[in-house]
């Protein structure tokens, strides 16, 4: 697949090597305290935190990182990250990771720009922040799409409630295939059918128009079966 660009309205970096002209390009533009936010630690094994700090690093930022973002992020991880970008004065949020991270990320935008509750303020209120931290996000598994839209699932310990909230769009998302073939089986196949199920979702769901929507769901759901069928083959390229 050749490499492209799409912006709508997060701008969409896509290719191998991507990050290389993607990064630097984009940090020139941003603050100079940028928060690096990550998950368990697989992007130190897998050699993409020692690329995107030497980017960060050439472009002359401090670095702030917020890491052990965990799967279905929780209320109270939101809540550690908005009080360090407070307390550090972090002026940009960077996202390196899945689908988990980037969620947090959008809500502790929101979070560390208000005094208020975000939870109480949405589902209280009824009212959305409007002001968040800008962000951008490189991408390191296939799944969700989490970069390409402003929503976010987050578990409220609390209340035991776990619920979609509105926060920030990343303003940019690097997307490079090279980064996914790190990635175990296991948690390339949850991707593929994450993909499988969003597709599902939309060509099911009302209205029952033959609609533009369907015809793009149908072609995602072929492509994602034949690759899927083919990564279990052991094609990387497929991967």
Same mark, same amino acid.
Request: glycine fraction near 10%; charge should be negative; hydrophobic fraction near 40%.
């Given at each position: /697949?050749?490499?492209?660009?799409?912006?709508?309205?997060?701008?969409?970096?896509?290719?191998?090597?991507?990050?290389?002209?993607?990064?630097?390009?984009?940090?020139?533009?941003?603050?100079?305290?940028?928060?690096?936010?990550?998950?368990?630690?697989?992007? +130190? %094994?897998?050699? #993409?935190?020692?690329? #995107? /700090?030497?980017? =960060?690093?050439?472009?002359?930022?401090?670095?702030?990182?917020?890491?052990?973002?965990?799967?279905?992020?929780?209320?109270?991880?939101?809540?550690?990250?908005?009080?360090?970008?407070?307390? +550090? @004065?972090?002026?940009?949020?960077?996202?390196?990771?899945?689908?988990?991270? !980037?969620?947090?990320?959008?809500?502790?935008? $929101?979070?560390? %720009?208000?005094?208020?509750?975000?939870?109480?303020?949405?589902?209280?209120?009824?009212?959305?922040? $409007?002001? @968040? !931290?800008?962000?951008?996000?490189?991408?390191?598994?296939?799944?969700?799409?989490?970069? /390409?839209?402003?929503?976010?699932?987050?578990?409220?310990?609390?209340? +035991?409630?776990?619920?979609?909230?509105?926060?920030?769009?990343?303003?940019?998302? $690097?997307?490079?295939?090279?980064?996914?073939?790190?990635?175990?089986?296991?948690?390339?196949?949850?991707?593929?059918?994450?993909? =499988?199920?969003?597709?599902?979702?939309?060509?099911?769901?009302?209205?029952?128009?033959?609609? =533009?929507?369907?015809? !793009?769901?149908?072609?995602?759901?072929?492509?994602? !079966?034949?690759?899927?069928?083919? /990564?279990?083959?052991?094609?990387?390229?497929? %991967?």
């Amino acid at each position: /697949m050749q490499n492209f660009t799409f912006s709508y309205p997060t701008k969409v970096y896509f290719g191998e090597g991507a990050l290389e002209g993607a990064l630097p390009e984009e940090l020139a533009r941003v603050g100079e305290t940028v928060m690096l936010a990550y998950g368990g630690g697989s992007i +130190k %094994k897998n050699g #993409v935190y020692d690329a #995107v /700090m030497e980017k =960060l690093k050439a472009a002359g930022k401090d670095v702030v990182e917020f890491s052990g973002i965990m799967p279905n992020p929780t209320y109270a991880k939101v809540q550690e990250g908005a009080k360090l970008a407070r307390e +550090k @004065g972090v002026d940009f949020i960077l996202s390196v990771g899945g689908g988990s991270v !980037i969620d947090c990320c959008k809500i502790v935008s $929101v979070q560390a %720009k208000t005094d208020r509750d975000v939870w109480t303020m949405e589902f209280v209120d009824h009212e959305f922040p $409007v002001e @968040g !931290i800008p962000m951008g996000a490189v991408v390191t598994i296939f799944g969700t799409g989490a970069e /390409m839209n402003n929503g976010a699932v987050i578990t409220n310990e609390e209340t +035991k409630q776990k619920n979609g909230m509105g926060g920030s769009f990343h303003g940019f998302a $690097v997307l490079d295939p090279a980064y996914t073939l790190s990635a175990p089986m296991k948690q390339a196949l949850s991707g593929a059918f994450d993909m =499988l199920s969003h597709s599902m979702e939309t060509y099911f769901g009302k209205p029952y128009d033959n609609n =533009l929507s369907d015809r !793009i769901a149908l072609a995602n759901m072929r492509c994602i !079966i034949d690759n899927t069928r083919a /990564m279990i083959a052991a094609n990387e390229v497929a %991967k």
